[in-house]
């Protein structure tokens, strides 16, 4: 019988599944971490998870709501973070880190874009392209 850990915020989870949840809450709202970051913090706590488990961990969790994926394009890799409110991100041509923004589309907006456009939008995402400051005076 699979051992399974309830999430106090939702679903019942199998253990590997709760280990990877737990890993990227505590990353912390802000941090945004690879597939491969979350695998070698599971690995750590917990030797024997395989790669496979934690990928399916992250999409099952993604499709929860319980954590996001982030797709940017132009940046390395798919990124997962904590669930938060919707928010932009920024992504430094220099060194490559993604950055939160407190900045979303307006409701508003996607609603005349919607009409305007005969369509229905069901998600947005605001990715900004420039450099950080830590790599500006390197210019």
Excluded: W
Excluded at 116 to 135: K, W
């Amino acid at each position: 019988m699979k051992q399974t850990a309830r999430d106090t915020r939702g679903p019942k989870l199998p253990k590997n599944y709760a280990l990877v949840l737990e890993i990227v809450r505590k990353q912390g709202h802000g941090v945004h971490a690879t597939l491969h970051d979350i695998f070698n913090s599971a690995r750590r706590q917990s030797p024997g998870i395989g790669h496979t488990t934690v990928y399916r961990a992250l999409q099952r969790l993604t499709n929860l709501g319980l954590i996001a994926e982030v797709a940017v394009p132009g940046a390395a890799s798919t990124l997962f973070e904590p669930a938060a409110p919707a928010h932009g991100h920024f992504l430094c041509k220099e060194c490559g880190r993604v950055s939160d923004l407190d900045f979303i589309l307006r409701p508003s907006t996607l609603r005349k874009l919607s009409e305007q456009h005969d369509l229905t939008i069901d998600d947005a995402s605001i990715v900004l392209r420039g450099t950080c400051s830590d790599c500006a005076p390197r210019r």
